[in-house]
């Protein structure tokens, strides 16, 4: 049957010439179009997103080296239609996908297959920080504005993700509350920060205001933590034969770290209204983590740790509940989360088609959810494709 899919993975760019209502100065950090003497480049200048922190000088001017040598070459777009231009600027596009920035023209791929609804995943889920504090600032409120200025007449079928200033987190808690107001949810990060853990107090201010907002917080895969464990390792380099499906895995399931930090940190017992959600990061592993969290809690393990120096979680209930009561996690191919799915919690799992990447499955949707969820009832079929994610942004569709 055609299911009314709502994707909780949809990626998704503000126009390249919005960056032109910018402060001229503040342009330079940013993906657009160049006009020079021998016709049109896209320049998109690329940095770390923890070189912003002040406390890291030397690593934020090495990033603006490389982004001078950037701004410097470009691509030449002479030719290139608006079509054209949009996949070049997502990336690893599907050759049949048009991602396009309006809800109008993106209603016509979702009615290829089905789509009924889609949380539309920005460049905050990357970890985007400029080099420039006031500049990062400026741009990120620019952008909220134009996202819930396009698709304030929407907001039923369309869950617009929000920017965030990470160089400031009271200043990021604040755009919360201001872009939340306007109808932007969920927020957007990566799944890790350099030298910013999750579990670190920082973040309380941007926990507390989302939880006063009720607006989730979507943690999006950038594989971080995948890159981490392959430095040094020689066995099996990325580059080399299996490196790849090696890297997708680990890369997965190392949601388990970030999920972990909120768990058993202690952030979700003292934000009880705080809702995270795990992208691209499967959920099969979920099972087993909720497993394992439960065991080691004040155990032998614990114990162990504690001589070591390291504190047991102290949690009044179990990690497992935590999961089930707050946290939300996203794939778009994983039978083994379907078949764990009552271990799980049936509302904790939600299906997402990572539109419009090459990896993705449009415009196959419906497709993969037959052949995966094939022998489950309708009705958790419908919680997993539909319902949660309608229930936790607030999608009337």
Known sequence: MAWPLITADSHHNVPLDLVDELPAKYRQYLPRIEQREDGAYLVRPRFAAAAKRKKDRKAANQVLDQMTAALSDGIKVDGLDERQLRQMVMGDCGPLASP??????????????????????????????????DANLA????????????????????????????????AAADEVTRAAAMGLRPILLPEVITGMPYSDRMWDPVWEAAAAARVPVFLHLVGGFAGAMFMG?????????????????????????????????????????????????????LAYAMQQWDHALHSRYAEIAHRGGVLDADLKAPPSYYVRRQVKCQFMWDPAAIALRHEIGMDVLMWGNDYPHMEGAFPDSQLWVDKQFAGVPHDEIMKIVHDNAADVLGLTV
Not at 144 to 170: C, E, I, S, T, V
Not at 265 to 283: F, K, Q
Request: proline share 6%; aromatic share 8%.
């Open 100 to 133: 396009a920035p309006t809800p109008e023209e993106r209603l016509v791929d979702m009615a290829r297959e089905g789509v009924v609804g889609e949380v539309l995943i920005g460049e905050g889920a990357f970890g985007m920080m400029l080099p420039d504090d």
């Open 139 to 170: 741009w990120c409120r620019l952008a909220n504005d134009w996202m819930a200025d396009a698709y304030k007449d929407h907001m039923g079928q369309f869950a617009p993700g929000m920017l965030l200033p990470l160089h400031d987190l009271r």
């Open 233 to 285: 390792i020689d066995a099996l380099p990325i580059g080399e034969a299996g490196g790849a499906q090696t890297a997708f895995a680990i890369g997965s399931a190392a949601g388990m770290v970030t999920l972990g930090w909120f768990v058993n940190s202690g952030v979700l017992e003292r934000h009880p209204d705080l809702t995270v959600a795990l992208i691209e990061c499967n959920a099969g592993w």
